[in-house]
């Protein structure tokens, strides 16, 4: 199982961007879903979150502004980032806890993109 994540990239401050995070491979289905995100010298953060339900939870600084969904015929998670602020810049990570063909439940990680906001 892979996760891939895309989007990343420099956006002005107020500006916004949209992430799309895909898992491949032998998946049998996916319950939750999440976009985390990482600067230098801190832990990574949770930013939102979604479970196979529809829940949904988002980070205090994101709520408002940031809107996670998730397309599960496609296996795919996305985050549309919106009036994005300079301390938004970060490696946007994506995760997701996949139970495979064999009916084993793993957690995987995208490689991270890079999210740069200019004031």
């Known amino acids: 199982v892979q996760l891939q994540a895309f989007g990343g990239g420099l956006v002005q401050a107020g500006g916004s961007r949209r992430l799309p995070c895909a898992a491949s491979?032998?998946?049998?289905?996916?319950?939750?879903m999440g976009w985390y995100r990482q600067t230098p010298g801190n832990q990574r953060e949770l930013v939102a979150g979604s479970t196979s339900a529809g829940s949904t939870n988002y980070a205090e600084s994101v709520k408002g502004r940031f809107t996670i969904s998730r397309d599960n015929a496609k296996n795919t998670v996305y985050l549309q980032m919106n009036s994005l602020k300079p301390e938004d810049t970060a490696v946007y990570y994506c995760n997701a806890a996949v139970i495979d063909s064999r009916f084993r439940r793993s957690d995987y990680w995208g490689q991270g993109t890079q999210v740069t906001v200019s004031s």
């Open positions: 491979g032998s998946i049998f289905t996916i319950n939750d």
